[in-house]
């Protein structure tokens, strides 16, 4: 069995040693050793490097989490791996859950096309920028969406640029003849072909998208697919997802009626049609949606960015894609896998208890403050007191800082997130920005490397004692719950 050294301040070991000793049955065996500082979250590797003497009998040492620094040279230092642990020290548990049941999120089975619904509007190095943020978002094929009664001169020439430039398009148009050129310009899918302009399959290479001729015809469907099976050609079928509350349910058991009547063939499912046309958070409809491909193994899926509330759709599906098909691939529940299409709420929002506040607010004995949020609200602390209130105003007469603009503006910034977590039910960590998910590009922080000055170092003295010491970051904003 594994021995482990947790490394902490004086503030947290307590709530440490509780979390650690609460872990049955036990994984590994542990200690933890309190190297000498107040508060964990300023702990740096130099400071561990100077103050933990060789050797560690161990067969891992775990920091807290956001320890800053160079963290091989210490496993380098020790001869025993160094890692970080989670942020918060409550999160020990699942997070050495986590890493013993490890989800490989590079795989997936459903390919997003991703259109550009304006494309006849936008000149070429347009539509290429426009692919160039639809890919990084995820996007396998990009989809060229053609304007009914608008011209497109230059779709042979966006098709080819963008074949150029490294990426799978589609042309998706309801004139034959744009289609056609689409597909003589090298467009490697053509949406959408059925029973009247399924010639096009035969004049181009491109793999077609087939559809019926009305989304209720399912016969029609049926024809396709089967002419093109006799001719051994490749193909899409996509039966149809309608809106919301026009034929949403019946539409999705067309999808099941078509994977048991040709179990071998690839499906697509348009999810534009609820994403777009339902005003709710995209995140969790792309996560139905995708849970549906991945027990019908849809092939693809067309999606769109149109809506402003749908700004994100292409970055949530390649996210609902991967994690579907994990919890397909293992026989599992979709849970514990990624937290990243909670967007709004967080599955552990407070993991520390009023109670366990209160603990660690009466042994803090300086003037910094520090803010948590907690099932009863906000709480703000120092030597001073313990002050707890639902709204950040609220707490703004105890903090008498009037004097003090730098830190009402940080207290202030502080606080309003604080008051976010707890209203929405998230998890602040303070200093930190809170997490939103795939729902905003993520903020990637090198711990390797210092951090930057923080907002409330009042004298050039405390500057440079910060600096000298290897403290580079706010005291006065370091949150007292990591181990």
């Known amino acids: 069995m594994e021995h482990l050294v947790f490394l902490t301040g004086r503030l947290a070991e307590p709530a440490l040693v509780r979390v650690l000793g609460s872990m049955q049955p036990p994984s590994f065996t542990w200690e933890v050793r309190e190297i000498g500082l107040q508060v964990a979250a300023l702990m740096t590797a130099d400071m561990v490097k100077r103050r933990v003497p060789t050797p560690v009998a161990a067969s891992r040492m775990i920091l807290p989490g956001r320890c800053r620094g160079d963290i091989e040279a210490l496993s380098a230092h020790y001869g025993i791996p160094v890692e970080r642990g989670p942020e918060d020290l409550k999160d020990i548990p699942q997070h050495f859950k986590h890493a013993a049941q490890h989800v490989d999120l590079s795989q997936y089975r459903t390919k997003i096309f991703a259109e550009i619904v304006d494309a006849p509007r936008l000149d070429v190095d347009a539509i290429v920028a426009r692919a160039r943020l639809h890919a990084a978002d995820g996007a396998d094929v990009i989809d060229l969406g053609c304007l009914p009664s608008t011209d497109f001169p230059h779709l042979e020439d966006a098709v080819r640029a963008l074949k150029a430039a490294g990426f799978a398009v589609s042309v998706d148009s309801v004139d034959s003849q744009e289609l056609l050129r689409g597909g003589k310009a090298g467009a490697d899918y053509l949406l959408s072909l059925n029973l009247d302009n399924l010639w096009i399959a035969d004049e181009v290479a491109s793999t077609p998208i087939l559809i019926p001729r009305e989304p209720s015809d399912t016969a029609s469907l049926h024809a396709v697919i089967d002419a093109l099976r006799a001719k051994g050609r490749d193909f899409i079928a996509d039966p149809i997802l309608d809106p919301i509350p026009f034929g949403f349910t019946r539409s999705v058991t067309r999808y099941q009626a078509l994977r048991d ?210 403290l580079a970051t706010d005291a006065t904003s370091s949150a007292p719950q990591e181990p």
């Open 261 to 470: 009547a040709y179990p071998d063939i690839k499906i697509m499912m348009g999810v534009g049609n609820v994403t777009e046309l339902t005003e709710a958070d995209t995140s969790g409809i792309n996560a139905v949606l995708f849970g549906i491909c991945a027990e019908l193994d849809v092939a693809a899926v067309l999606t769109t960015q149109v809506s402003s509330h749908a700004r994100r759709a292409i970055r949530e599906a390649d996210v609902a894609r991967r994690v579907m098909f994990a919890a397909w691939q293992q026989s599992r529940l979709p849970k514990g896998i990624s937290d990243e299409l909670m967007t709004v709420h967080g599955k552990r929002p407070f993991p520390d208890t009023p109670e366990e506040i209160a603990v660690i607010a009466q042994s803090v004995r300086d003037p910094n403050f520090r803010v948590q949020a907690a099932e009863d609200g906000v709480h703000v602390y120092n030597r001073d007191g313990h002050r707890i209130a639902n709204d950040a105003f609220a707490h703004w007469p105890g903090l008498k800082l009037e004097g003090d603009g730098a830190h009402a503006f940080y207290m202030g910034v502080e606080l309003a997130r604080a008051e976010i977590a707890w209203k929405l039910g998230k998890r602040y960590v303070q200093d930190q920005p809170l997490r939103w998910g795939c729902a905003i590009d993520p903020v990637r922080e090198n711990l390797g490397a210092w951090c930057a000055l923080g907002p409330t170092m009042k004298t050039s003295a405390e500057k440079s004692a910060a600096r000298a010491s290897g």
